[in-house]
Each structure stands twice: as structure tokens, then as C-alpha cells.
């Protein structure tokens, strides 16, 4: 299949009340995946946050930003939030955790495949990986080269290729009632594991990469990984 190419990638991370993410999936995975599609934008992953009980992160994707402005207000002031959006808001204590993206030049897209049927409910036994790393200045085509050169071969080797790269879009936020982080420099890829074990037998193999040491070494502070457990219907899995 295709890959998914979306232009515009939102990685929103949502804080919610002990005890209330289940609900926010269940709620997510049956009201707000085809509704939000049928808008113009693509649902790309929901996931858990397995270091963080009461966190729920998720990605959505654009096909420019006046695109992403339209298709927010029209679900945002539409029938389906209309709806349920008071069963959701009561879920969360902070929804504002959200960094505006693009794909790094050169990088795929999402990986294409069917997703399960709104009556799904098994879970992938998958895990993806999201690694965010900070910089002091925008990421250039220096920092892109020297990733594509060396530091993405590393990590394959390892064991565990990064499946799309995406860094900071500065644009202006086009639908300021969902505020974005601002002022930040990120460069951040996704990786997919057949199993958290999978996941624990790499590290000590990339620790050890002398690409990864380096690139480790030009950051302004040390790479954020996010161990994601995807949800019944999420697309990537």
C-alpha cells in the first residue's frame, strides 16, 4: 500500500485524570477516527503511553496548514464534538502537550496498511517508539545528511529502523483554539518494535553506536523516547 504522506503532523500529548485513559480510547477508537477523516484529515496513530499511566498520546495529520484550519473548525463546531465532547474534556486534565510537524526531507511516509473495523478490540502486542531530540538551532541539512548517512544506518543495524522522520514546522498556528509548543527545535522519528522484548535487546546495541553517541553529543539536551502501545484501531501498529 501507499504510504501515508501528510504535510502537516500533529504529536499531541494529552494528560488526563487517573484512571480515565481506557475511557478516552474507547471514546476515541469509536467516535473520532472516521469522523475526523471524512473532514480531510488522517488519524496516523492512538496510542498508551507505557511510562505514564495517565497519558494518552496520538497523532494527526494535515495537508497544509489553511487545510488544518478548515477541517478543525468544521469538527470542532460539528455534530460529532457536539456530541461528545463533554464525555471526552472530563478525561483530561491538559491537552495543550502538542508539537507542529513536518517529514524531514527525504522521509517516507506513515506505513499504509488497513485499519481494524470500529468493533475492533485486540490490541497489537507492537510497540512504537517515538524518539524526540532537542536542538539549540532549527535542524539543517547538515544534521538531515549526517542522519540519513549515518545515524539511520546505525539504528537499522541495531535493530531498529526508523520508519518516517519529521522536525519542527514553524508555520503559525491556524487554529489557535488548540495552542502548539513554540520556540523549540525538534528532530523526531518513529520506530516499530514486534514487542516491548524486541525493544529492550536494541538499546543496549544503539548505546553502544558510536553515530548515535555523536549525534547524542549535538543536542541541547538528551533524547526523549516514548514507549507507545498502540490502541485497538490505531493506524500505525
Not at 507542529?100 to 506505513?111: I, K, N, T
Not at 520556540?183 to 544503539?206: I, M, Q, S
Request: proline residues 10%.
Amino acid at each position: 500500500m501507499t504510504p501515508v504522506r501528510c504535510p502537516i503532523v500533529e504529536l499531541r500529548q494529552y494528560t488526563l485524570h487517573p484512571g480515565q485513559r481506557d475511557v478516552l480510547i474507547d471514546l476515541f477508537d469509536r467516535e473520532f477516527v472516521e469522523s475526523q477523516e471524512a473532514l480531510g484529515m488522517a488519524i496516523l496513530g492512538q496510542f498508551r503511553d507505557l511510562d505514564d499511566p495517565d497519558r494518552f498520546v496520538w497523532l494527526r495529520g494535515f495537508f497544509d496548514m489553511p487545510g488544518r484550519a478548515e477541517a478543525l473548525g468544521r469538527f470542532y463546531g460539528g455534530p460529532v464534538w457536539r456530541a461528545h465532547s463533554r464525555e471526552a474534556n472530563a478525561t483530561m486534565v491538559d491537552s495543550d502537550d502538542v508539537l507542529l510537524l513536518r517529514p524531514a526531507d527525504g522521509s517516507p511516509g506513515f506505513p499504509a496498511q488497513p485499519r481494524p473495523p470500529a468493533n475492533h478490540a485486540e490490541r497489537p502486542v507492537s510497540l512504537v517508539v517515538a524518539t524526540i531530540c532537542h536542538r539549540d538551532r532549527p535542524v539543517d541539512g547538515e544534521f538531515r545528511e549526517t542522519f540519513a548517512t549515518q545515524v539511520r544506518p546505525a539504528l537499522t543495524e541495531a535493530g531498529g529502523p526508523p520508519l518516517v522522520c519529521l522536525q519542527t514546522e514553524y508555520a503559525e498556528n491556524t487554529f489557535p483554539a488548540l495552542p502548539v509548543r513554540t520556540g523549540e527545535h525538534v528532530f523526531v522519528w518513529f520506530t516499530r518494535f514486534g514487542n516491548a522484548a524486541e525493544y529492550d535487546d536494541y538499546r543496549p546495541r544503539r548505546e553502544r553506536s558510536q553515530p548515535w553517541r555523536h549525534l547524542v553529543g549535538t543536542l541541547a539536551r538528551p533524547p526523549h523516547e516514548l514507549r507507545l502501545a498502540p490502541t485497538a484501531r490505531s493506524l500505525l501498529r
